[in-house]
């Protein structure tokens, strides 16, 4: 419904309200008729109320269908009345049987009031034929005031008209269903409203949206689940492999020392002259394994704390994106990234502060760049990045989110975020 | 902060951004929406207790208590002395009216009105206004019912646009009632040429009745409209932010 329709139905019965009660004021307020009274010889007009006084059988019928047109209007004004409260209780979207009732009843005022009319026309030529009786005019014209209120009549037949053409709308609209389904159906509509604006946002797949929308809760809990699963699965598979790595380790160590120990050993047997190398031998290898070791547990607690502090704020996203729908996409794309970095390592950024002077030089160097790219609002940032292959640093110009890097100097190839 | 965060792609980070403004936008709506209805509701049970039921008990007992202690008519005419006027009571009607002509005019069906109708026309208005009293009692103690058992706003809104349609064709018959003193007037010059004598013949009380009767109706039909109005803009407004809101996440805002 229209805010034009609603002002409408109520401007239509405004005016039919007003209309009717004039007609009906005008009614008991003219006189109506004009009796010849033989036995006087005079001629004398009567209203409404005047005609019941008068011992006239004609006048006497004509009084009786005047009360009919009377209660007829009146019945046509609560009608009408019973329509406006219809379009009050509609608009409180509560009542709506009740307010298909009176609406339904409003459409009466206007059957009352053609019935009026044509009522009032047919009395009109009764009193005609009668004899003795006239219909009262306005002095000396051909005017006469019975006129007045039919026109009025009419007037209000207009706009009972525009009310019932205005109120047939909205039964289509109105649907009285039991209370529960009711509700039930008003709870999936605002759900489906919610997922409107989020496709319509989004622009996700309307389907999926109606797939979720038919067991909204246990659908997100199995999402929820599911994606704490394969959290938990992906961290354990990090773990494993991190283990793995280190009984990798282990087993070199083992093997190193196995293989010292037996060179040791073959060495002594054939003399004690390597004897000074052997400690150096072992210091190496040693001092190698515990580097690689260390610089493995630095890793390990820079990808915990990196992981520890995202995850926290990334799952509430992520799971929000998985309950709009749009999930699929996003994981097949994850996934494929995952995959993407498992094979490409990822190149560390280095704060400016950690920089060596020979950095900062060629920092200074980029100076310009810099200052341009600050004034474009950063859009090309230029990042400090040390190879994993080589570790040697060089700068990249940062294009975007993502940047496709190569090694100038052992050509491995990265991608800087 | 942001190079720390493993952002996946960028249309990922995009679309949590949205989804983190469109869920502050509902708490917002949701929440300014709440309060708004909460405050048109009490705004709608104040105008309810808007004194309807008083103002229909008190201008019904205004009307009675003027009805029968007021003057209804007054009558100047020439008499054999000069001119004389009296002042026409509804219970002492018979013994205000001390000239013949005045007696002959009001006995006959020159003017639609009788010297019984001065008599009779009080009751049947009074009739009324003891309708408007018992609507506006019951209106009352349906008030008070509501301070204590609170029914919701739109249970009573329907149950005020009710007894307010009631009270408004109640207003409309008191008035239509009264129009015979005043329809006596047009039949009066209708029938002139009968009667020999011109009286000054004015209705004070039925006048007052009338208008007594249009502020009922007034108020009532007021009532209904007041209550309509408020629905439509609560209705309204509700949609108009829906669309708004609706249109404002369609294009990304």
């Known amino acids: ?417 | 902060m942001e190079s720390k965060l493993p952002v996946d792609n960028k249309s990922d980070e995009l679309i949590k951004q949205k989804i983190l403004e469109e869920s502050f936008r509902k708490a917002n709506f949701k929440t300014e929406n709440d309060k708004k209805n909460k405050k048109s509701e009490e705004k709608l049970k104040k105008r309810s207790t808007s004194k309807i039921g008083i103002f229909l008990i008190v201008i019904s007992i205004v009307s009675i208590i003027l009805m029968y202690l007021g003057p209804w008519v007054f009558i100047q005419y020439n008499a054999d002395y000069g001119s004389d006027s009296v002042l026409i009571f509804s219970n002492t009607i018979n013994s205000d009216i001390n000239s013949k002509d005045i007696i002959d005019l009001l006995s006959t069906n020159y003017m639609g009105v009788s010297l019984g109708d001065f008599q009779n026309a009080p009751y049947q208005i009074s009739i009324g206004f003891f309708a408007l009293i018992i609507i506006g009692l019951i209106f009352f103690m349906f008030q008070v019912i509501d301070k204590f058992k609170k029914f919701p706003s739109e249970t009573f809104i329907i149950i005020t646009n009710l007894f307010a349609v009631i009270s408004f064709m109640v207003g409309i018959y008191i008035i239509v009632i009264t129009m015979k003193f005043i329809g006596s007037y047009f039949l009066f010059l209708q029938n002139i040429h009968l009667i020999d004598f011109y009286p000054i013949i004015v209705y004070i009380m039925p006048f007052l009745i009338i208008i007594n009767g249009f502020l009922v109706s007034k108020y009532s039909y007021s009532i209904i409209k007041i209550y309509y109005n408020q629905l439509k803009s609560k209705k309204h407004s509700s949609e108009g932010k829906y669309s708004f809101f609706k249109s404002s996440i369609s294009e990304g805002r």
């Open chain 1, 1 to 417: 419904m229209d805010n034009l329709s609603y002002n409408e139905i109520r401007g239509s019965i405004g005016w039919f309200i007003i209309l009717t009660i004039i007609g009906l004021i005008s009614l008991s307020i003219l006189p109506l008729v004009t009796y010849y009274d033989p036995s006087i010889n005079l001629e004398l007009s009567h209203n409404i109320f005047s005609i019941d006084s008068t011992m006239d059988s004609n006048l006497q019928f004509f009084s009786n269908s005047l009360k009919n047109i009377v209660y007829l209007i009146w019945a046509s004004l609560a009608f009408i009345l019973l329509g406006f409260v219809g379009i009050s209780s509609y608009l409180c979207d509560r009542f709506q049987k009740i307010s298909s009732i009176f609406l339904f009843l409003g459409i009466f005022s206007l059957i009352s009031i053609v019935i009026v009319i044509f009522y009032s026309i047919f009395n009109m030529f009764n009193v005609n034929d009668m004899s003795n009786v006239e219909l009262a005019s306005i002095g000396p014209l051909p005017i006469k005031y019975i006129y007045i209120p039919i026109l009025f009549f009419i007037l209000s037949t207009i706009f009972g008209g525009i009310y019932t053409k205005s109120v047939i709308p909205i039964f289509k609209t109105i649907k009285i269903k039991p209370k529960k389904e009711k509700n039930k159906e008003e709870i999936e509509e605002e759900n489906n409203d919610e997922s409107e604006f989020i496709n319509e946002d989004l622009k996700f797949d309307e389907k999926q949206d109606v797939k979720n929308d038919d067991d909204i809760v246990d659908v997100d809990d199995k999402d929820e689940i599911e994606d704490w699963l394969n959290k938990q699965v992906i961290s354990a598979e990090k773990e494993e492999d991190v283990e793995e790595e280190n009984d990798d380790e282990d087993d070199l160590l083992k093997e190193i020392k196995e293989v010292s120990d037996s060179e040791i050993d073959d060495k002594k047997d054939n003399g004690k002259k390597l004897s000074p190398f052997k400690n150096k031998i072992n210091k190496d290898v040693e001092e190698d394994i515990s580097i690689e070791s260390q610089e493995l547990e630095t890793e390990k607690i820079d990808d915990k704390k990196d992981t520890e502090i995202s995850n926290s704020f990334e799952e509430a996203l992520s799971t929000a994106i998985k309950k709009r729908g749009g999930n699929k996409e996003l994981d097949q794309s994850n996934l494929e990234i995952k995959k993407e970095e498992k094979n490409i390592q990822k190149p560390e950024i280095i704060e400016e502060k950690n920089l060596n002077e020979e950095d900062k030089k060629d920092v200074k160097s980029n100076g310009e760049i810099k200052e341009k790219t600050s004034e474009n609002e950063t859009k090309n940032k230029i990042i400090k990045v040390r190879c994993p292959e080589c570790k040697e640093i060089f700068s990249v110009e940062k294009k975007g989110m993502e940047t496709k890097i190569k090694c100038p100097h052992c050509g491995k190839e990265g991608v800087a975020k």
